[in-house]
């Protein structure tokens, strides 16, 4: 959360603090007073944590804030982390497997995650228990009932999840969200009903922390960009996740001899992977470019729902008397083999490598940092390519795909990646890119300035440099653009030179004159036309003619 300090804040904020507060207040003493007799909650969760804590859950969360503060240099820039380094891009760059879990895009990404661990993984931990459970043990008779060993596997068996997510997930995957949902399949296979609530609990949680942060929200209708809000779920990884807790789930629930009612697993397993958007099976197919298959997500969910139930509550009675085989046997080994299926779809992808890490950079006079190279180009091919050939089958994403945009490259780290799209940065004007190491970070920025012409076309130069530097050079220069008014028999293009922008006029292919686009405010003639400048407009001016050829895009910095 971001820090919020008292000192400043007007009395206005302070009274919706107020608000909320007392709207919180409220609720809870009444849930207090209602449930006070024998005090259930607090004694029910003591029989199964230390002190009713779940210690293993927060040693977690802990752990993964402070990689996202110190490690991530989340702590300097808290929105825009250092994340680079840390993603899962491939199997030759173990850095990126053994961090991926752990390591955040933003602020808002963290803090979602970790909010629902607080939820989720400490009901999965009230599920593994401080305390053994079978009949005749004790607490501390050995290492395995001690309540202190028991708390420090927890954590262990997170970072373990952690990293198997990133190793299996369908890359550049990057986040603490394949342990979350490892935490909903443990907990989801023993108390079903309880996950159910939880799901709508970390929906609360989410709110109330966004009213905290930004009490009061004015917004304004603007043109944004946006890919599809499924285009950035991680479905592949998220089912890995929900599979592998479900399979440590179920094999504690066989050691205990716990059966689940399975129409419950089935409806709560149901239930989360439609709410959490598991149904979104989609694959790229450019740039900006994505297709969903919406029947064919709905359903696999279902079928899923159907193995989770199945392996949860099947019978120890004999299926296949002839090999020994019994139900649980057959239904657990199905829903390993469906982990173990999920998993398999993302090896090929994480067997790719750098082709030719120079390639697309051309004349774009790139930014080398480290091992770094950063560079803006259109339409290059993509050099992220399978390190190993298949015979019969085209090898190179770049003949399916082709990247535009900001584009970093590291040979050493096995990136050749497209940061930030050309449609992006048109959108935004401007991004900034973090890269570096365990222990630095450099911003590299770049800067969209385009001018929009009266037609529809527009013509741009993309600056691109390191960010405490004012004066960012150039490195890309679109084509020259001719507006569609014709002024007393005269075309006007503009396009981009150098550092600047000119104006050229023409009549009948033959050129009359250019001059740079004057400053705001500012005139100029050339070509036997006057070009005046008023704020983030051009006009063309001939005798009593006026009209405007071209308007400055946003100006962002």
Not at 173 to 198: D, E, H, N, Q
Not at 367 to 375: L, S
């Amino acid at each position: 959360m971001d820090v919020v300090t008292l000192v400043g804040v007007n009395a206005a904020t302070l009274g919706w603090y107020l608000v909320l507060a007392a709207g919180v207040f409220v609720s809870l003493v009444s849930l207090v007073y209602l449930s006070r007799p024998g005090g259930r909650w607090g004694s029910t969760v003591r029989k199964r944590l230390v002190m009713g804590v779940p210690w293993g859950t927060l040693i977690a969360v802990l752990g993964v804030a402070l990689f996202y503060l110190f490690v991530q240099d989340g702590l300097a820039d808290p929105t825009t982390p250092v994340e680079i380094p840390f993603r899962a891009y491939s199997y030759f760059y173990p850095l990126g497997i053994l961090t991926a879990g752990f390591a955040h895009s933003g602020l808002g990404h963290v803090t979602s995650n970790l909010l629902a661990t607080l939820v989720f993984g400490s009901l999965a931990e009230y599920a593994w228990s401080h305390f053994p459970h079978r009949r005749g043990s004790s607490s501390f008779s050995s290492a395995r009932t001690n309540p202190f060993v028991r708390i420090a596997v927890w954590p262990c068996a997170i970072a373990v999840t952690a990293v198997t997510t990133s190793a299996f997930g369908l890359g550049p995957v990057i986040g603490f969200s394949g342990a979350l949902f490892a935490f909903v399949g443990f907990s989801l296979v023993r108390f079903p009903i309880a996950t159910l609530v939880a799901a709508l609990s970390t929906r609360i949680v989410a709110q109330l922390y966004n009213a905290l942060r930004v009490p009061e929200v004015q917004q304004t209708a603007t043109e944004t960009f946006s890919r599809p809000w499924w285009a950035g779920i991680a479905v592949q990884g998220h089912a890995l996740g929900l599979l592998l807790g479900v399979v440590a789930g179920t094999a504690l629930l066989y050691h205990r001899d716990v059966r689940p009612t399975p129409e419950h697993v089935w409806l709560a397993a149901l239930a989360f992977t439609v709410d959490r958007g598991l149904w979104a099976l989609y694959l790229p197919e450019g740039s900006e470019t994505y297709r969903l298959f919406r029947a064919l997500g709905m359903a696999a969910v279902f079928v899923l729902a159907a193995i989770v139930a199945g392996g949860a509550a099947a019978t120890p009675r004999t299926l296949l008397p002839s090999i020994d085989l019994s139900r649980r046997e057959a239904a657990f080994g199905l829903v390993f083999a469906t982990l173990v299926a999920v998993s398999a779809v993302a090896v090929p992808l994480n067997l790719y490598t750098v082709g030719d890490p120079s390639a697309g950079v051309g004349d774009a006079d790139p930014i080398e940092i480290e091992d770094y190279t950063v560079f803006y180009a259109e339409d290059v091919e993509n050099q992220f390519v399978p390190a190993i050939a298949v015979p019969g089958v085209k090898n190179r994403t770049g003949d399916r795909v082709e990247s535009s945009g900001l584009i970093v490259v590291s040979e050493r780290r096995n990136v050749w990646w497209e940061e930030v799209s050309a449609a992006r940065l048109e959108s935004t004007g401007a991004a900034t890119v973090r890269i570096g190491g365990l222990t630095w970070s450099e911003d590299v920025r770049a800067t969209r300035t385009a001018w929009d012409v009266t037609g529809g076309n527009a013509t741009y130069h993309v600056r691109l440099g390191v960010a405490a530097d004012e004066d960012r050079p150039v490195v890309f220069r679109a084509d020259p653009v001719r507006a569609d008014a014709i002024v007393d028999g005269r075309n006007v293009s503009i396009a981009p030179v150098g550092d600047r922008f000119e104006i050229a006029v023409s009549r009948g292919g033959d050129r009359l004159g250019t001059a740079d686009i004057p400053a705001e405010n500012g005139t100029v003639t050339t070509g036997g036309l006057t070009f005046v400048r008023e704020g983030r407009d051009v006009f063309a001016e001939r005798g009593e003619t006026r009209v405007r050829i071209a308007r400055r895009g946003s100006d962002r910095t």
